[in-house]
């Protein structure tokens, strides 16, 4: 073997079998009803993650002073455009989990998103919890919300953040059938739920390496969205998107209208 390729293999090997550390879900709120379901749902999730190292991501390597931003239900269009204008004054760029029901609806959303260079993310099509339906609809909805997301950008989704969270094995496997990753999250912000002040305390005290920080695109996100970006960049953490954080591409490579109309067997090319 040519000793320039020894290295490059050599080093292409050894992060090959590099372990992914999968950290603990935090984020707390007194309002939350079943806290201890909350810990069930976390244990289970992170030995999922643990289990599926390459299709399930808590979080990125945990060795860089970086967080990416995701925001659930992009639904309303003037809540998602007043995020879009927070980030744009900070230069970041960020991850919408979008619900293809919402986005068939109203595809301006899913444009508006993308035309500012942030990600439109699979959220399903119905937001149905996933473990209370077949394998069977839950393919048929996530690959109908795909298509939604597909015909407003032009893209194809493969990354997916089931709707609450809610995954075990037999989601995985399905979801890993038809290429895609699970982007979990390893902070959650509880903006669906709690006020200003406890937002921003959840994100400010927990914040660790390589965090995926779950919000939403409510009213209380936006009003604490400002300080607590800055709170971030203040003490060095670098806000980087959802791709970058995770080392995975977050659509599919164009070849894929190409290889799909040869043949069905390569409809899902990673
Ligand atoms: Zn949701």
């Not at 999730?45 to 925001?71: D, M, R, S, W």
């Amino acid at each position: 073997m040519n000793k320039n390729i020894i290295l490059p293999v050599l080093i292409a090997f050894f992060f090959q079998f590099q372990e992914h550390k999968v950290l603990e879900i935090k984020g707390y709120s007194a309002k939350f009803p079943d806290q201890n379901a909350t810990k069930i749902l976390r244990a289970q999730v992170n030995e999922l993650a643990q289990n599926n190292p390459t299709i399930i991501y808590i979080n990125g390597q945990t060795n860089k002073k970086q967080i990416a931003l995701t925001f659930d239900d992009a639904s309303n269009i003037h809540k998602v455009n007043q995020i879009i204008n927070i980030l744009d004054q900070y230069g970041l760029k960020a991850a919408f989990f979008c619900i293809g029901n919402d986005i068939e609806k109203t595809p301006q959303i899913a444009r508006n998103i993308d035309n500012n260079g942030h990600l439109v993310l699979n959220h399903s099509y119905s937001h149905t919890k996933y473990t209370e339906l077949s394998i069977e609809a839950i393919e048929i909805d996530f690959l109908r919300a795909e298509k939604v997301f597909l015909q407003a950008i032009g893209k194809r989704t493969k990354l997916i953040r089931p709707p609450y969270g809610a995954i075990n094995q037999d989601i995985t496997n399905t979801l890993k059938n038809k290429g895609y990753s699970i982007a979990y999250w390893s902070l959650d912000s509880f903006d669906w739920l709690e006020t200003i002040n406890n937002i921003q305390q959840n994100i400010i005290k927990n914040v660790r390496n390589d965090e995926i920080i779950l919000f939403h695109c409510k009213t209380s996100t936006i009003r604490s969205l400002p300080q607590i970006i800055e709170n971030l960049q203040q003490r060095g953490f670098k806000i980087v998107r959802l791709d970058e954080l995770i080392q995975k591409k977050a659509y599919r490579r164009k070849s894929y209208f190409i290889k799909s109309t040869i043949s069905r067997k390569f409809s899902f090319d990673n």
